[in-house]
Each structure stands twice: as structure tokens, then as C-alpha cells.
């Protein structure tokens, strides 16, 4: 429970620090302080697709049920975390750009990244057997995991996009300010904290129904 | 620091700290389920 009331406090500061701390920054005015929230939302998406893409490769070569779990719940976790960057986007688009969606190359992208792994769940609830759908929800996850570095990292910078780019390529740097970089960074770690706090409680809780399944079998077995 | 500012600032806070709020609670009675589920 202590790092759990840790990270309350710890996020409640960095939203505090976001608006008090933090300076406008240049040329974006005060709608750059989207930042500290969308770019470590779509971090984790990526990280949870990662980890997704790790459990499934471990299932396909151990055959645990377990990984399988841990995949979907990774896979889940990354699209609300990819829906909260598109959100938070697209209102900074509305600010930005005077319109919430602009089929820009960095939009296009994340909405085919929406839409990959929605099929993900499709597919999963479109097969019964349980062995099966691990399967081929496995292969399918780590295909799915392979358009992730080009929609997200290749597609915004090969075509000409107005997303503003955090990276300096050629200086091989961030391109912020102190203020804004330590309170970006304090963000990072904060919402990584989150992504593992609800991992563990979709996990925790997962387990429980599960245990509450076999009991219910049980008992009814034993009427019979 | 403009109304419009203070008001994203407020609805930014609230909005977590409703989500933290609800993730404590969901903390709270699972670890209830899981201590009954011992006994």
C-alpha cells in the first residue's frame, strides 16, 4: 500500500508541477503542456505492446496458459493507453492545429495501431477453444507487435508531418527545456508506476475469479 | 495564471485523482478477497 499512496502523491506533484512549475514552451504556447501527459501515455502503449508481444512468443514456445493471460492484460493495458494518447492528441490538435483530427501521418498512424489490435481482441472472442485462441492470438500478437516501431517511431518522421518531434535527430538530444524535461521525466516514471499498479490489479483480480470458477465446478461436481 | 489555465489544472486533478481513488478502493478489496480466499 505505501508505494501505491507514493505514486497518489507523486502524480498529484507532477500535475501540480505541469501547470505551476513548468514554462509555456516556445511556439507551442501553454497547450505544450499536453506533453507531460500524451507522450508517456503513448510510451506505455508501446511498452505494453512490447511485453504483450514477449508473453505471447513465450507461450508459443512453453505453452503456459498463464503468458497467454499475461499477454491479453498487456495487450488490453496498451490500447486504453493508446487511446489516452489519441485523446489527448487530438485535443491538442483542436488547439494546435483548429481541428481534432487532421488525418496527419502521426494520427493516421495511431489509429491503424487502434485498429490492429482491436482485431487482436476480435479474434481472441472469436474463438471457443481455449488452447486455440492462445495460439493463434499469440502468432497473431507478434505480428502485430512488428508494425509497431514503423507506425509509431517511422511512419510520423518518413512523411511530412506538423506533430512536433521531442527528439533532436541530428543533435542526438531532447529538445526541452530544464524545467520541462524534469517534470517530463517525473511523468514518465510516474505513469510507468500506474501502468504497473493496474497490471497487477487486472492480474490480482483475474486470479481470484479464476480460483472462484474451479470452486463453483467443484461444488457443482460434487452434487452431482 | 489565466481561468481557463486553472481550469484545465482543476479538471486534470480531478480527474486523477478520482482514477486513484477508484484504483485504491479496487486495491483495498481485492486484497479483502485475497485474505478470505487464505482462511
Redesign the interface.
Known amino acids: 500500500?505505501f508505494w501505491?499512496i507514493l505514486?497518489?502523491i507523486w502524480?498529484?506533484a507532477v500535475?501540480?508541477a505541469s501547470?505551476?512549475y513548468m514554462p509555456a514552451t516556445q511556439g507551442l504556447g501553454?497547450t505544450g503542456r499536453i506533453i507531460v501527459?500524451h507522450v508517456p501515455a503513448a510510451w506505455l502503449a508501446v511498452l505494453a505492446y512490447l511485453i504483450s508481444m514477449l508473453n505471447a512468443v513465450g507461450y508459443l514456445r512453453r505453452g503456459e496458459l498463464r503468458l497467454d493471460r499475461q499477454a491479453r492484460i498487456n495487450a488490453e493495458l496498451g490500447t486504453v493507453f493508446c487511446l489516452v494518447a489519441t485523446v489527448t492528441g487530438a485535443i491538442w490538435s483542436r488547439a494546435a492545429w483548429g481541428w481534432y483530427w487532421n488525418w496527419d501521418p502521426r494520427q493516421t498512424s495511431i489509429a491503424v495501431l487502434l485498429l490492429i489490435y482491436t482485431a487482436y481482441f476480435v479474434l481472441r472472442s472469436a474463438v471457443s477453444d481455449q488452447a486455440r485462441r492462445a495460439r493463434l492470438s499469440a502468432v497473431y500478437s507478434v505480428l502485430a507487435f512488428l508494425t509497431v516501431p514503423f507506425l509509431v517511431f517511422v511512419v510520423p518522421r518518413v512523411y511530412a508531418s506538423l506533430h512536433p518531434d521531442l527528439i533532436n535527430l541530428e543533435q542526438g538530444s531532447f529538445d526541452m527545456d530544464r524545467k520541462m524535461l524534469v517534470v517530463f521525466l517525473a511523468s514518465l516514471a510516474g505513469f510507468t508506476g500506474l501502468y504497473a499498479?493496474?497490471y497487477k490489479?487486472v492480474a490480482?483480480?483475474e486470479n481470484?475469479l479464476d480460483?472462484l470458477e474451479q470452486q463453483k465446478r467443484g461444488e457443482a461436481e460434487s452434487e452431482r | 495564471?489565466?481561468d481557463e489555465?486553472i481550469f484545465?489544472?482543476a479538471v486534470?486533478?480531478i480527474t486523477?485523482?478520482g482514477l486513484?481513488l477508484y484504483?485504491?478502493r479496487?486495491?483495498l478489496k481485492?486484497k479483502e478477497?485475497?485474505r478470505r480466499?487464505e482462511i
Open positions: 500500500m501505491q505514486l497518489g502524480m498529484t500535475i501540480l501547470f505551476l501553454q501527459y499498479w493496474m490489479l490480482r483480480l481470484l480460483k | 495564471m489565466s489555465l484545465v489544472l486534470t486533478l486523477w485523482l486513484f484504483l485504491l479496487l486495491e481485492l478477497a485475497e480466499e
